[in-house]
């Protein structure tokens, strides 16, 4: 699966994480947008944290089959 981040802050990192709590990735995001590619991820459930420069941190659970 993909995740497409656009229209963010200077300073923003997304983080993955699978449901062990690993780091599973990690990315700078573009003020642009990026695309987390995680197509060789194993089916599971994933939390996405986007985290900008000032610690501010919007959390999401995705689960890929």
Do not use: H, R
Request: aromatic fraction near 4%.
């Amino acid at each position: 699966f993909t995740i497409n981040i656009n229209n963010v802050a200077p300073g923003t990192k997304a983080v993955v994480f699978n449901a062990l709590g690993e780091v599973v990735s990690e990315t700078a995001v573009a003020e642009s947008g990026t695309v987390l590619d995680l197509q060789n991820s194993a089916a599971g459930i994933y939390m996405v944290n986007i985290v900008d420069a000032n610690g501010a941190v919007l959390k999401t659970k995705i689960v890929k089959q």
